[in-house]
């Protein structure tokens, strides 16, 4: 009974652990939402300012549905406030996993996790400052005559967060690819010569998580092969230093 007992305190500690650090990352993004919400209107203004600026003089956003002023505003506080306590939420992972983790896999765990906030951030801008008035430049040419632009403010949301998350994670391919690399799951010199392969991969991706129109399809197809080639370039370094360790 004892042995017992002794054998399921590890257990208990590391489940008492997860939830203290779950308890912390929920508060966090709790604690910023709270300083973001009063603010909740100009984000969104901010967040709406690439759609906005091809909308006509004589139009404007509108909301369809009547809780959609509050509830949309609100919505992008949130998403917005877990985005700010990305980093917090990481580092919270990495101090549950690190007592875990060998010097050697230490090493390359911090520089990983430091690069998927970046990546993950970098993905969002490129979206927001570079797809978005691509795309939004691209349909407000092709509205037929005698139509207004005149877009639901919650379905503009939708459609930012659903980029936002499909360019933020498709920058962490060169993360998903240097662990594979490193764990030794796959072999860089074997995988680039399944370049072409992967290449129609990231169209397929590229159709499968942005709305349907080429443009974004393209922008978003592009950025995740060249991000691949970069994995592919660190995952050989370190594929070779897991197999010199």
Sequence with gaps: MKEQELDSQPLVAHLTEFRNRALRCIFSVLLIFVGLFSFSNQLYLYISEPIRRFIPENASMIATEVASPFLTPFKLTLVLSLFAAMPYILYQLWAFLAPGLYQQEKKIAIPLFLSSV??????????????????????STIVPEGIIIMPDIKS???????LFFAFGLSFE?????VILAWMGVVNPDVLSQKRPFIFILCFLFGMLLTPPDIISQI???????????????????????????
């Design 118 to 139: 970046v990546l993950f951030y970098s993905g969002i801008a490129f979206a927001y400052y570079i797809v978005f008035p691509i795309v939004f430049l691209f349909f």
């Design 156 to 162: 503009y949301l939708n459609f930012a967060l659903k």
């Design 219 to 245: 922008l978003l197809a592009v950025p995740m092969w060249l991000l691949f080639e970069l994995g592919l370039l660190f995952g050989k370094f370190a594929y070779r230093a897991n197999i010199e360790g």
């Design 173 to 177: 391919i060169p993360i998903a690819v």
